[in-house]
T-cell receptor
Framework: GQQLNQSPQSMFIQEGEDVSMNCTSSSIFNTWLWYKQDPGEGPVLLIALYKAGELTSNGRLTAQFGITRKDSFLNISASIPSDVGIYFCAGQQTPFLGRTSEASGSRLTFGEGTQLTVNP | GAVVSQHPSRVICKSGTSVKIECRSLDFQATTMFWYRQFPKKSLMLMATSNEGSKATYEQGVEKDKFLINHASLTLSTLTVTSAHPEDSSFYIC??????????????FGPGTRLTVT
């Protein structure tokens, strides 16, 4: 089946540092998503990418959809203690826009997660 | 918007009993709901995909008679763990995908349910 390789598995950084994590896949996805999960909670969507080459920002977070559609990265700038958590990438193979009834059933393939620890 | 709730948030049950977990989309209609299982420090593992009004599609290796899924309305799906055993202890998370609209493929996750079987 499809697999996403996410790296690094864990990171220990000082507050204020920038962070970068990435995902690669053997399959093509036409949507890449980045989620953050706090302990005992469900994942929360951070950034969604819909086009190859797309670079999208959400505050201190920036993510890019690789041109080959087989990879994506997430950068966090100027980290703060509340950035602590597990970050997951997810790929989705959605049908072309317009066929929304099929699109709503598109499953996600998750990476293994990156555990981020930020030391104050 | 796009809020998904789960109930209960935590449940402890005895081995051999059944447990029902509810997943509700609070402010949108969800054509499709997904059920995931997550072990400590691991990723989310898709168990099944549920479309309103039809039978759920289970992933390979997931016992459909063990994990009963009902998606009776566009805002509610339930997962029943039947004859629970300690190895069923896990964090169960649902997600919901809105029907129609440009972003109908986006999944919104619930807060999860921690099941402990003693």
């Amino acid at each position: 089946g499809q697999q996403l390789n996410q790296s690094p598995q864990s990171m220990f950084i000082q507050e204020g540092e920038d962070v970068s994590m990435n995902c690669t896949s053997s399959s093509i996805f036409n949507t890449w998503l980045w989620y953050k999960q706090d302990p005992g909670e469900g994942p929360v969507l951070l950034i969604a990418l819909y086009k190859a080459g797309e670079l999208t920002s959400n505050g201190r977070l920036t993510a890019q959809f690789g041109i080959t559609r087989k990879d994506s990265f997430l950068n966090i700038s100027a980290s703060i203690p509340s950035d602590v958590g597990i970050y997951f990438c997810a790929g989705q193979q959605t049908p072309f826009l317009g066929r929304t009834s099929e699109a709503s059933g598109s499953r996600l393939t998750f990476g293994e997660g990156t555990q981020l620890t930020v030391n104050p | 918007g796009a809020v998904v709730s789960q109930h209960p948030s935590r449940v402890i049950c005895k081995s051999g009993t059944s447990v029902k977990i509810e997943c509700r989309s609070l402010d949108f209609q969800a054509t499709t709901m997904f059920w995931y299982r997550q072990f400590p420090k691991k990723s989310l593992m898709l168990m099944a995909t549920s479309n309103e009004g039809s039978k759920a599609t289970y992933e390979q290796g997931v016992e459909k008679d063990k994990f009963l899924i009902n998606h009776a309305s566009l805002t509610l799906s339930t997962l029943t763990v039947t004859s629970a055993h300690p190895e069923d202890s896990s964090f169960y998370i649902c997600s919901a995908s809105a029907s129609g609209g440009t972003n109908s493929y986006e999944q919104y996750f619930g807060p999860g349910t921690r099941l402990t079987v003693t």
